[in-house]
């Protein structure tokens, strides 16, 4: 018979490990808190320093994207300002955004920007990863208690598979989530070939303010769809979103 108190122990040891993590998202939401209202009593400086150090980290939110575009556009910079537009928009598409970007790219077409209802729901899964593993990670403390206070009156191990299926879900959740791979196009002119080599066919010449899906990196090129076709560009002239 298995010592329920070390099994019980080795998954709270497990739980702690896990919860870490929540405790570290809430402490960034203070932060953006702070941020925000630096930034209505515009002092954009030190706002745009939280909000800088926070979207390093992948922690942000539609409103905060809006704020450091607003930043960035004050003080010149329309490249940094498209980049946060554009992620702004994979988590709040609207028309707006489309306009606003074409406005600081100096762009009448863009292309890109249209995303599947699947791809918005991975978007959403990754972007909110962080309360989705703390969700679950709750669950599972919900189950080794359980399975604690059961485990003095029975022996089966089938009450442990609960708290096994979450173990699992929690990790592929935390290690595995993330949404599509797409990239901005900032500089100009930026060429998109047929072959990831200087000799590839030209498949477009464009200017910055597009998105690409990269689907692999080959040296300094990225295998790019583009069109609904595949073709290469050079990571360079490509920044991750």
């Known amino acids: 018979m298995p010592n329920l108190k070390s099994i019980f122990l080795a998954k709270l040891l497990i739980f702690f490990v896990l919860i870490l993590q ?79 970007i074409k406005s600081l790219t100096g762009q009448d077409v863009l292309v890109g920007y249209e995303v599947s209802d699947a791809q918005r729901f991975l978007i ?19 189950s080794m208690i359980s399975n604690w206070w059961t485990g003095r009156k029975i022996d089966k191990r089938e009450s442990y598979w609960p708290t096994v299926f979450l173990i699992i879900v929690i990790f592929v959740a935390n290690n595995f989530l993330e949404g599509p791979r797409t990239g901005l196009i900032t500089s100009s002119p930026t060429f998109i070939v047929s072959k990831p080599t200087a000799g590839g066919e030209l498949v ?34 490509v920044t991750r979103l």
């Open 204 to 237: 477009e010449q464009v200017e910055p303010g597009h998105r690409v899906r990269i689907k692999s990196t080959k040296d300094n090129w990225y295998e790019i769809e583009w069109k609904e076709k595949l073709a290469y560009i050079k990571k360079e002239n």
């Open 124 to 142: 959403f899964l990754a972007e909110y990863k962080e309360y989705i593993v703390g969700a679950l990670t709750f669950f599972l403390l919900v």
């Open 22 to 100: 929540s405790f570290n998202c809430q402490a960034d939401v203070a932060n953006l808190a702070i941020a925000d209202s630096l930034f209505n009593q515009r002092s954009y400086k030190e706002a745009m320093e939280i909000y800088r150090s926070n979207y390093q980290q992948g922690i942000y939110s539609s409103s905060m994207l809006l704020k450091m575009a607003f930043i960035e556009e004050g003080i010149g910079d329309n490249e940094q300002a498209t980049i946060y537009l554009s992620k702004y928009y994979d988590l709040s598409p609207n028309p707006q955004a489309i306009t606003k």
